[in-house]
Structures are given as structure tokens and as C-alpha cells.
């Protein structure tokens, strides 16, 4: 009796987690995909005080630059609205930096956090661009 007791407890543990295992599988299936950079990000103009950084995702989100004149601090930072995918094509996210020093090099990367339901961020490596004289 024990063992019949042992083998239906051991019988419905086992179909349990395999209901659980499928569940999540299907969970993680059903989940949107992460919010990815799929072009860029791309310098699109640059003045003696100012730049524009552009770069487009896969889905909206915020529109952040974060940036600074040494590569491994990039303290300051540069937004503009949150960009809304209107399409299944993604959006161009572009945001403009002001008030930087003439002839300068400047390092940066962006950032597309808060992606339309996915609740994900995409962040590029560093890049780098020089203001002009």
C-alpha cells in the first residue's frame, strides 16, 4: 500500500511540473520581444555648439543621449520625447545637444528604455563626434 501510496503522490508531483514547465514555455513565447537598436546610431549633423544623434528601434520608447568629453564618463545627458511607433516599421528616435564647446570631441552612446510593451531598454556601444571650430 505504501508503494501504490509513494507511486500516485510521485505520478501527480511529476505531471505538475510538467504543466508548470509548459506554462512557462508558453509564457516566455507569448512575451514581446525586447526593444532592439536597428539602425545606428548615426551622427545626422554637428555645429561648433551642437549635434544631432539619430537611430532607429524596433518599437517606441524614450529618446535618451548620454554623453561627456571622456569615454568611460559620459555624466551629462540630452532627450527628447517619448517616440511612439506608429507602424510595424519601428521609429526614428532624434535628439539634439546643446551648449557644447566648439572644436571639442564629445563620446556618447543612446538609449531607448521603456519599449512599447515590452517594458525593455536598448543601449549602443560608444561612439564618438567633434563639434566644429
Same mark, same amino acid.
Given at each position: 500500500?505504501?508503494?501504490?501510496? #509513494? ?8 505531471? $505538475? ?39 532607429? @528601434?524596433?518599437?517606441? $520608447? ?33 535628439? =539634439? ?7 571639442? @570631441?564629445?563620446? #556618447? ?5 521603456? $519599449?512599447?510593451?515590452? $517594458? ?8 564618438? #563626434?567633434? @563639434? =566644429?571650430?
Amino acid at each position: 500500500m505504501k508503494k501504490l501510496s #509513494f507511486l500516485l503522490i510521485s505520478a501527480v508531483l511529476l505531471s $505538475g511540473l510538467a504543466l508548470a514547465q509548459s506554462t512557462d514555455r508558453q509564457d516566455n513565447h507569448d512575451r514581446p520581444q525586447a526593444e532592439r537598436i536597428t539602425h545606428g546610431p548615426v551622427v545626422e549633423s554637428v555645429g561648433s555648439s551642437w549635434a544631432t544623434v539619430a537611430w532607429s @528601434t524596433d518599437t517606441g $520608447g524614450s529618446s535618451v543621449v548620454r554623453y561627456g568629453t571622456e569615454r568611460d564618463r559620459l555624466t551629462q545627458m540630452a532627450e527628447s520625447r517619448y517616440a511612439v511607433s506608429k507602424s510595424d516599421q519601428g521609429i526614428t528616435h532624434r535628439v =539634439k545637444i546643446d551648449h557644447l564647446r566648439p572644436g571639442t @570631441t564629445y563620446y #556618447f552612446m543612446v538609449d531607448s528604455g521603456q $519599449g512599447e510593451g515590452t $517594458g525593455t531598454e536598448a543601449r549602443s556601444g560608444i561612439e564618438e #563626434f567633434t @563639434t =566644429k571650430r
